[in-house]
């Protein structure tokens, strides 16, 4: 395996606007002490920089997806330009990352589209793209441990997906997880996920954003460490996803990444990869970033439309999105200076949009969580609008598992929506075992399908 000579590599926090003071990333801190501001994670560009462009590329190869400790792991694999602040030893690891880029060939075909892929970030180790951040920030916790640091638990509040991935990280390094969940407001399966790793899981007559506030309150009075998006650890290890799918291009870039956006910090971190590699030499430009959001909860496309002069949280309406349905979004300075930067777009998708993309593209093999429906309902009205033309090539950030969201697909199926036209609506067919009225059945869907 290809070996590196970078002695004491540190990265750090640094405020995202001027100001100047570093602080340790085993420091416990979230915001700028000077102006409050959220921090981001830097690192020593001089060093990195002075490795061979050939030599990044044969390392992350060389390591993708292999058996050697924590390399395999695509975050991991990419640790002097995620997070070389964790020993080994500390790393907390679930082999994330390496996830299928899908080349939706017919999906793509019928809307005659040259290349459109789906990233498939739901095969991670509890379903979304959040294990990607999640591994960073839990093996950082149990780093500031092994150095006597006094953590007694780690918390997040969340949509769903957050607290399955905290839950499950914890759980295997023996940490207490906390999370904070809106009563009501998340899927079955993401309420059991914490449930069976052992989370203390605190359900709230609140909405996200109530329970956003809480969880701050209980963190920054006690020795409880706080896992949300605030803590740009995360977004170190989200944006290996850009990275990956460069490697996964063989180091081309995609024209355009289309993906959902709730708190806003996956748009920032997937412009962070991009923008990373490109000053490594890793690839030559940079893609168009769009971010799709729920029509119910909407506030940066508000901003989009005022040309992202003005900025007003809102409060979320429901949606089936329901780990997008967020009104006041922690990342949204980070994430409009990362729009900005790659000639972004916003767009949005009504629940009749969002649902009935999904199940389009679900026809064509898939099977898309509502977020992915999001994104894919914003790729058709760009596609429209001439936005997007037909010979980009265009990759589609899945956010997450359909399975984890089977009442979803269910009410669609069996046309229990409000407010949806289930345009695709399959239904099981009820018949008398006789062979003749099988058959004609069978006959039957087989001419339809190929109309
Ligand atoms: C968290 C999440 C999102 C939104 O990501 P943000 O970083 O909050 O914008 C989208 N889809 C799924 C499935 C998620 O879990
Ligand atoms: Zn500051």
């Given at each position: 395996?290809?070996?590196?000579?970078?002695?004491?590599?540190?990265?750090?926090?640094?405020?995202?606007?001027?100001?100047?003071?570093?602080?340790?990333?085993?420091?416990?801190?979230?915001?700028?002490?000077?102006?409050?501001?959220?921090?981001?994670?830097?690192?020593?560009?001089?060093?990195?920089?002075?490795?061979?462009t050939?030599?990044w590329?044969?390392?992350?190869?060389?390591?993708?997806?292999?058996?050697?400790?924590?390399?395999?792991?695509?975050?991991?694999?990419?640790?002097?330009?995620?997070?070389?602040?964790?020993?080994?030893?500390?790393?907390?690891?679930?082999?994330?990352?390496?996830?299928?880029?899908?080349?939706?060939?017919?999906?793509?075909?019928?809307?005659?589209?040259?290349?459109?892929?789906?990233?498939?970030?739901?095969?991670?180790?509890?379903?979304?793209?959040?294990?990607?951040?999640?591994?960073?920030?839990?093996?950082?916790?149990?780093?500031?441990?092994?150095?006597?640091?006094?953590?007694?638990?780690?918390?997040?509040?969340?949509?769903?997906?957050?607290?399955?991935?905290?839950?499950?990280?914890?759980?295997?390094?023996?940490?207490?997880?906390?999370?904070?969940?809106?009563?009501?407001?998340?899927?079955?399966?993401?309420?059991?996920?914490?449930?069976?790793?052992?989370?203390?899981?605190?359900?709230?007559?609140?909405?996200?954003?109530?329970?956003?506030?809480?969880?701050?309150?209980?963190?920054?009075?006690?020795?409880?460490?706080?896992?949300?998006?605030?803590?740009?650890?995360?977004?170190?290890?989200?944006?290996?996803?850009?990275?990956?799918?460069?490697?996964?291009?063989?180091?081309?870039?995609?024209?355009?990444?289309?993906?959902?956006?709730?708190?806003?910090?996956?748009?920032?971190?997937?412009?962070?990869?991009?923008?990373?590699?490109k000053e490594l030499g890793l690839i030559d430009?940079?893609?168009?970033?769009?971010?799709?959001?729920?029509?119910?909860?909407?506030?940066?496309?508000?901003?989009?439309?005022?040309?992202?002069?003005?900025?007003?949280?809102?409060?979320?309406?429901?949606?089936?999105?329901?780990?997008?349905?967020?009104?006041?979004?922690?990342?949204?300075?980070?994430?409009?200076?990362?729009?900005?930067?790659?000639?972004?777009?916003?767009?949005?998708?009504?629940?009749?949009?969002?649902?009935?993309?999904?199940?389009?593209?679900?026809?064509?093999?898939?099977?898309?969580?509502?977020?992915?429906?999001?994104?894919?309902?914003?790729?058709?009205?760009?596609?429209?609008?001439?936005?997007?033309?037909?010979?980009?090539?265009?990759?589609?950030?899945?956010?997450?598992?359909?399975?984890?969201?089977?009442?979803?697909?269910?009410?669609?199926?069996?046309?229990?929506?409000?407010?949806?036209?289930?345009?695709?609506?399959?239904?099981?067919?009820?018949?008398?075992?006789?062979?003749?009225?099988?058959?004609?059945?069978?006959?039957?869907?087989?001419?339809?399908?190929?109309?």
């Amino acid at each position: 395996m290809t070996e590196l000579k970078l002695k004491n590599l540190k990265s750090w926090f640094q405020c995202i606007q001027k100001c100047e003071g570093k602080h340790d990333l085993n420091e416990i801190i979230y915001s700028c002490p000077k102006c409050g501001n959220l921090l981001e994670v830097r690192h020593d560009i001089e060093k990195l920089k002075t490795i061979p462009t050939e030599k990044w590329k044969k390392l992350f190869d060389d390591r993708y997806m292999s058996s050697v400790w924590p390399y395999g792991s695509s975050v991991w694999g990419k640790k002097e330009i995620v997070c070389p602040n964790v020993e080994n030893d500390n790393v907390v690891s679930a082999y994330e990352g390496g996830s299928n880029l899908f080349w939706a060939e017919r999906l793509g075909k019928g809307l005659g589209m040259d290349e459109l892929w789906i990233k498939q970030c739901g095969f991670n180790h509890t379903g979304s793209f959040k294990d990607l951040g999640m591994t960073v920030l839990v093996s950082m916790v149990k780093q500031m441990i092994s150095e006597g640091k006094n953590i007694i638990a780690v918390a997040c509040a969340s949509t769903g997906d957050t607290s399955a991935a905290l839950a499950a990280y914890c759980a295997a390094a023996g940490i207490q997880a906390i999370v904070f969940l809106p009563k009501n407001k998340v899927s079955t399966a993401q309420l059991i996920q914490p449930l069976a790793n052992n989370a203390l899981t605190l359900s709230l007559d609140t909405d996200f954003d109530g329970c956003m506030k809480i969880v701050q309150e209980v963190c920054s009075k006690n020795s409880i460490y706080l896992a949300n998006s605030m803590n740009s650890l995360r977004i170190e290890g989200q944006k290996t996803i850009s990275i990956e799918m460069a490697q996964q291009f063989q180091w081309e870039v995609p024209d355009v990444v289309i993906l959902p956006g709730g708190n806003l910090g996956n748009v920032t971190a997937i412009g962070k990869g991009f923008s990373l590699a490109k000053e490594l030499g890793l690839i030559d430009k940079l893609p168009k970033i769009v971010c799709a959001q729920a029509e119910q909860a909407n506030p940066l496309y508000q901003s989009y439309l005022t040309g992202f002069k003005e900025f007003h949280p809102i409060k979320a309406g429901k949606t089936l999105a329901s780990a997008i349905q967020i009104g006041n979004p922690v990342s949204v300075n980070k994430a409009i200076k990362t729009l900005k930067k790659f000639n972004g777009i916003v767009e949005q998708a009504s629940e009749d949009e969002l649902t009935n993309a999904a199940a389009k593209a679900d026809k064509t093999g898939l099977f898309c969580c509502p977020h992915t429906g999001v994104a894919l309902a914003a790729l058709f009205k760009l596609m429209k609008k001439g936005e997007i033309s037909k010979k980009d090539r265009v990759v589609v950030i899945s956010t997450a598992n359909g399975l984890k969201f089977t009442d979803f697909k269910t009410n669609y199926h069996t046309k229990s929506l409000t407010g949806v036209e289930s345009k695709y609506a399959n239904q099981p067919v009820e018949l008398a075992p006789k062979y003749d009225e099988v058959l004609d059945t069978i006959l039957k869907k087989v001419e339809q399908t190929k109309n």
